[in-house]
C-alpha cells in the first residue's frame, strides 16, 4: 500500500463529495450525466481569496495567472474578484481582454512573436520583456503603430526559490534579463519614451515553504530596490511573482499565508524609503485555483492481475497529466484520492486506479487503500484544477474533450 496525498479540507469532511453545496451526482447531471468530467468549486476560490486579501498588507495586488485554468466559466467568475490577469500567449491575452480593461493585463513569457507584441501594444496590455531583443521588436512594432507601450522587465534574479518545484531563477534562464544588465535596459525603454511599468520578479512555483517564501519575496524586494536605485527611476508597480504551491503529496502541508503576508509588510516597510510610490502585486494560478477543482471518473471495469486489483476508469492522463506524475515530478506519488460516494468510510483493500488509455504511464493512483469500489462508482481525484485539462495531451488517444463545470452556490 502507498498513501495517497491530502484530501483538500474543503472536501475532507462530507461523507459523500459535495460541491459548493450540491452532491457531485448533482454536477455530473448538470454537465450532460456522462463522466469524466471536471467541476470547479468556485466557492473554494472566493474563500481563498478572501482569506489571502485578509493576510496580505493592504495594497498589494492579487493578480492570477491564467495558464494554470484558462476555462472561460472560471475566468469569468475569477475576473471581477482578482486586480489583474496574467496571460503568457495572444491567446490567453484575448480572453483576458474579453474580461478586464487592459490596464489590468500583463503579459510574459519567452518567445512572444510580432503579432502577439503588437496584440499586446495596440490593445495597451503591459508587456514583461524576457529579453533585450524583445525590447527592441515591441518598440519598433510600438513606433510602426504610432502607440506609446506599456513595459516592463522581468529580471532574472541571481538567487532561486527555495523548496519550489520548478526553479526560475538563479540561473541562466529563457524567463527574464540577467538582474545586472536590467538597469540598461530599463534606461533604454524610458529614452525611447516607452511608458515604462516597473519589475517582474518570479523566482519559482509550487514551493510549500513558507520560511522559503518569505525569504524569496525579501530578496525580490531588496533586488527590486537596488535596481531601482541603478535604474534611476521608480518603477510603478514591483510584481513579486508568487510560487505559493498547494499540497499534493503524503505529508505535504498547506503554506502559512498568514505569516507570508505579515513579513510581507515588513519587507515592503524596508525598501518603502526607495521604492516610495511603487504598487506591489501577486501572481498566483496554482494556489487561486488548483484546489477548487475535481476531476470525477468512472470505474469501467474492476479486475485482478497477479496479486493487484486495478480499477479501469473513463478517465486518464490525456486530461489530468499531472495525477500521473508524468508533469513536473521526478518521483511519482499519489495524489489526493476518494470515491466520491463514500469519502470517509474506512478501507477495505488496495487497488491501483489506471485510466483507460493504452500506455503504462496511465496510472492516476498506485496501490492506494479505498472502500471497495464496483464498476459505475465515482472516484474523484481532487487538486485538478490548475495545470489540470490545459495542461493535459487531451488528444492523445482521441477520447472526447470532457466538459467542465462550474459549481456555484444556490445554482439548481
Ligand atoms: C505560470 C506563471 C505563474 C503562475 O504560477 P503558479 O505556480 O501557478 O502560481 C505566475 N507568473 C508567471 C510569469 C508564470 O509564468
Keep these: 500500500m502507498k498513501p495517497a496525498g491530502p ?19 448533482h454536477w455530473i447531471e448538470r454537465a450532460g450525466g456522462t463522466t469524466p468530467l471536471f467541476v470547479y468549486d468556485m466557492t473554494v476560490v472566493a474563500d481563498r481569496l478572501a482569506r489571502l486579501r485578509a493576510d496580505l498588507p493592504p495594497g498589494v495586488a492579487i493578480h492570477y495567472a491564467v495558464k494554470a485554468n484558462p476555462f472561460g466559466d472560471l475566468l469569468d467568475a475569477l475576473a471581477p474578484t482578482v486586480d489583474g490577469l496574467d496571460v503568457a500567449s495572444a491567446g490567453e491575452l484575448a480572453m483576458a481582454l474579453d474580461r478586464v480593461p487592459a490596464e489590468r493585463i500583463s503579459f510574459a513569457g519567452p518567445g512572444k512573436r510580432d503579432v502577439e507584441l503588437e496584440a499586446a501594444i495596440a490593445a495597451g496590455a503591459t508587456i514583461n520583456l524576457e529579453s ?26 541571481d538567487f532561486e526559490l527555495r523548496g519550489s518545484g520548478m526553479k526560475m531563477g538563479g540561473r541562466a534562464s529563457p524567463f527574464g534579463v540577467d538582474a545586472d544588465r536590467v538597469p540598461a535596459l530599463v534606461r533604454r525603454v524610458r529614452d525611447a519614451g516607452a511608458d515604462w511599468r516597473g519589475f517582474h520578479i518570479f523566482a519559482g512555483s509550487q514551493s510549500l515553504d513558507t520560511d522559503a517564501i518569505v525569504e ?20 510603478p508597480l ?14 505535504d502541508t498547506p503554506v502559512d499565508t498568514h505569516g507570508i503576508g505579515a513579513a510581507l509588510a515588513q519587507a515592503i516597510g524596508n525598501v518603502r524609503s ?28 474492476r479486475k485482478r ?18 495525477a500521473s506524475g508524468n508533469f513536473g515530478t521526478v518521483v511519482r506519488r499519489n495524489y489526493p484520492v476518494a470515491l466520491a460516494a463514500r469519502m470517509n468510510a474506512a478501507p477495505d483493500e488496495t487497488v491501483s486506479i489506471v485510466g483507460c488509455l ?3 504511464l496511465d496510472r492516476l493512483a498506485d496501490r492506494v487503500a479505498l472502500p471497495r469500489a464496483e464498476v459505475g462508482d ?28 462550474l459549481a456555484l452556490p444556490a445554482q439548481t
Excluded: K, M
Design 7 to 25: 484530501l483538500p479540507p474543503d472536501y475532507a469532511a462530507a461523507p459523500r463529495l459535495t460541491l459548493a453545496g450540491f452532491d457531485h451526482a
Design 216 to 235: 524569496s519575496q525579501a530578496a525580490t524586494l531588496a533586488l527590486a530596490a537596488d535596481l531601482t536605485e541603478r535604474s534611476g527611476a521608480v518603477p
Design 305 to 322: 492481475s497477479r496479486e493487484e486489483t486495478f480499477l479501469v476508469t473513463d478517465g486518464g492522463l490525456h486530461h489530468q497529466l499531472a
Design 132 to 157: 533585450e531583443g524583445e525590447a527592441e521588436r515591441a518598440l519598433a512594432i510600438a513606433a510602426r503603430l504610432d502607440r506609446r507601450p506599456r513595459l516592463a522587465v522581468r529580471v532574472n534574479p
Design 378 to 405: 465515482v472516484i474523484a481525484i481532487f487538486c485538478a484544477g490548475a495545470y489540470g485539462l490545459s495542461a493535459s495531451p487531451a488528444a492523445f488517444l482521441g477520447h472526447p474533450q470532457p466538459p467542465e463545470i
Design 358 to 360: 493504452c500506455t503504462p
Design 274 to 301: 526607495i521604492l516610495q510610490d511603487t504598487e506591489f502585486a501577486l501572481e498566483l494560478g496554482r494556489w487561486i485555483a488548483g484546489q477548487a477543482g475535481v476531476y470525477l471518473t468512472r470505474v469501467v471495469d
Design 238 to 251: 514591483v510584481n513579486l511573482g508568487g510560487g505559493f504551491g498547494i499540497p499534493y503529496f503524503p505529508g
